[in-house]
């Protein structure tokens, strides 16, 4: 069965989160680098092998943990973006195809970063503001999420319950708008 997608894409988006994963393999070899100083030091007598196993026990536990949840993060940036009533189909930098479908998605959220598609378990689409067309792919996409009844939210927060004279206080003084204690 073919299907009709709306194609969004920005190599910048990829090309920059490439570079992050970049950088991540220079935090491991200078982790690796790190490693082979304190052993060096540790077999010399310099410093207490028990100090040195300690530290890089902590080092090593801290790196993986960190360099995990940034790997995550970077699965989850996509640069290219398939838009259908049926499905969404992302690309990380590595391009690698994650599709997901609609009546799996578990809520829409606008960030401060970008967009944020969350699905099953860890499973989300982190759509950053850098794309040009990054409002109109907004819109679509919460286009499609409301279609297919997927909650849309606003920083956690669903978007019907936000007060938008509290998020912009300078609309209160206009005297057109119909707000509490507006201006006559």
């Known amino acids: 069965m073919s299907h009709w997608y709306e194609v969004f894409d920005n190599e910048e988006v990829q090309l920059h ?3 992050q994963a970049t950088h991540l393999t220079a935090y491991a070899a200078v982790a690796v680098l790190v490693t082979l100083a304190g052993v060096a030091l540790g077999v010399e007598g310099i410093l207490p092998m028990t100090a040195v196993c300690g530290l890089l026990i902590l080092t090593w536990l801290g790196t993986v943990h960190w360099m995990t949840r940034r790997m995550r993060r970077l699965r989850r940036l996509v640069w290219c973006l ?6 969404l189909v992302g690309y990380d930098y ?10 799996r998605v578990q809520r829409v959220d606008l960030t401060g970063d970008g967009l944020l598609i969350v699905g099953p378990e860890l499973f989300a689409f982190e759509i950053p503001h850098l ?3 990054f409002a109109a792919l907004s819109h679509r996409v919460v286009y499609y999420a409301e279609l297919n009844g997927v909650p849309v939210s606003i920083d956690g927060q669903p978007w019907q319950e936000l007060d938008v004279f509290q998020l912009f206080p300078f609309l209160a003084d206009d005297p057109a708008s119909d707000a509490p204690g507006a201006a006559v």
């Open 82 to 87: 398939k838009l259908s009533e049926e499905r």
């Open 94 to 103: 590595t391009r690698r195809k994650a599709i997901m479908d609609w009546h």
């Open 17 to 19: 989160a490439r570079k």
């Open 131 to 133: 794309f040009p067309d």
